[in-house]
């Protein structure tokens, strides 16, 4: 039986005709290519999995084929893989696959797509050595060591799986770096960092600062109207417990609390970071907050991942009177339900504590608390904390990493950005005069970004300025910037 009398009996099982394609099959229809009289590639797509069992047996008579494509047909069971030695293509996206043991006898498998699985483990892909590209987007995967094992591999996507030994710095870096972090790890040990930021936006003279003043006492009173307002941000450290599946942990929360003001909006968008929680509140009273302008700036700078909560400040017992609607939720998925109404006023200090105990349990569910760390970037980041400086150029930075066991410039930047994400340092590799920083008093670099927008010589130039007016102005604030900065 030929391979194209074989088709048409695949054809009667499918109920329609296969397109015929140059070079390879198109997975996005029922379609198949041939090479001389010999089929090397199929796809059945959409075909539902009866039909396709009934398809098993032909297909495993075609004997050329190397290209093999069965999207959406909600298959679980692979053993129908046994006798298809010669797959060099193989795409099974779009089912209900757990188990992909039967993959690992595909010897010559080169290019291989599973996404949209259910698909916890990729250990039995170690014996596919030729395997090369790999897509396994959308599945269950907490641990992907094994692609140090697999040699030839050269592109990997892995996005939207629970993966809780990669930080997405590395991720986000391609194959080469995911697999010599891993190499790395494996060879330095590892060790937890419990360390993240939280950061508070809203309105002007909304309560932020107070409600930072309420996480850390209670007690703290509340400020008197004529107490100055935040201007620029203000970074503050808050230590607190919270408990772990190992134990009580100590954590330490980095906490910006975002001036208000229109003018300082644009500054405050360099300091968005993704593994944050963010804090939206607004004052019952005015309802001045634009809740839309920053659920998409924290989105767009942060990601679509950062949980935000949404606190009401019930100021001289004001009823709330907005009510996020399922608009809100719809559009912003990482937006908790659930708001916190508080009169940070109240003598009763209930709500006070509902809200402290609320703000600290979505921050010890943030996924970069406790993420393991290879024990050279702790120890990198142990040595930064004993600096008394409040910026280091890079060089002085790569050189306390060559000390503490890392040599790789791209593990130096990936590390970089980490802390960075972490509220630790504050590092801008693509901002001019900036680049070759690493700042690590975040507060000194922000007084110095924001003391500009205040100085009168720029404001009556229409908000432009030289290195000049802002060493003058630095100069006059005691802050010495020119020491550190580069202007090239």
């Not at 193989?90 to 259910?118: C, E, H, M, P, R």
């Not at 719809?330 to 940070?344: C, G, K, L, T």
Request: with cysteine.
């Amino acid at each position: 039986m030929s391979d194209l009398d074989i088709i048409k009996l695949i054809e009667g099982i499918v109920g329609k005709k296969l397109s015929v394609e140059k070079g390879f099959a198109n997975w996005q229809k029922c379609s198949y290519a041939t090479k001389g009289n010999q089929v090397t590639g199929i796809s059945l797509y959409k075909i539902g999995y009866e039909k396709l069992k009934d398809a098993y047996h032909y297909l495993s008579m075609l004997t050329g084929l190397v290209d093999l494509h069965l999207v959406s047909n909600k298959i679980s069971d692979l053993s129908f893989l046994i006798g298809f030695d010669n797959l060099e293509v193989l795409s099974l996206d779009d089912n209900l696959i757990s188990d992909i043991d039967y993959i690992s006898k595909l010897q010559n498998l080169s290019i291989l797509y599973l996404t949209a699985n259910k698909i916890e483990n990729i250990d039995a892909l170690v014996p596919c050595t030729e395997l090369k590209v790999l897509d396994v987007t959308n599945n269950l995967i907490k641990d992907i060591t094994v692609i140090v094992k697999i040699k030839n591999l050269s592109e990997l996507v892995i996005y939207n799986n629970p993966i809780q030994n990669l930080p997405s710095e590395i991720r986000n870096q391609g194959i080469k770096a995911i697999r010599k972090y891993l190499i790395e790890k494996q060879k330095q040990g590892e060790e937890k960092l419990f360390e993240a930021k939280i950061v508070i936006v809203g309105a002007g003279e909304s309560g932020k600062t107070t409600l930072i003043r309420k996480l850390q006492n209670p007690n703290h009173p509340v400020p008197n109207i004529e107490d100055k307002r935040t201007e620029g941000i203000r970074v503050m450290s808050y230590p607190f417990h919270v408990r772990t599946n190992e134990d009580l942990k100590e954590v330490m929360a980095h906490i910006w609390d975002f001036g208000g003001q229109e003018l300082y909006h644009t500054t405050h968008q360099l300091f968005l970071t993704p593994d944050t929680l963010y804090i939206l509140l607004n004052d019952n009273r005015k309802n001045d907050t634009d809740f839309y302008y920053w659920l998409n700036i924290v989105t767009l700078r942060a990601g679509g991942k950062c949980p935000i909560l949404m606190v009401f400040n019930a100021k001289d017992n004001s009823p709330r009177q907005i009510i996020p609607g399922e608009e809100i939720f719809n559009a912003f998925p990482n937006v908790e339900r659930s708001a916190i109404d508080v009169n940070f006023a109240d003598k009763n200090l209930i709500g006070i504590h509902k809200m402290k105990d609320t703000i600290e349990g979505h921050f010890g569910k943030l996924e970069v608390l406790g993420k393991p760390f290879p024990t050279y970037w702790v120890r990198v980041r142990e040595a930064l904390g004993r600096l008394k400086d409040e910026c280091i150029k890079w060089d002085e930075f790569a050189a306390i990493c060559l000390q503490n066991g890392i040599d790789d410039l791209s593990q130096m930047q990936i590390l970089a950005a980490t802390l960075h994400n972490l509220g630790v340092i504050l590092y801008f590799p693509d901002v001019f005069g900036l680049k070759d920083l690493i700042i690590l008093s975040s507060q000194w670099c922000i007084d110095a970004i924001y003391s500009a927008l205040d100085t009168d010589a720029i404001n009556k130039n229409a908000g432009k300025f030289n290195e000049h007016m802002l060493a003058e102005k630095w100069l006059c604030l005691g802050l010495q910037v020119r020491s550190c900065i580069y202007y090239d």
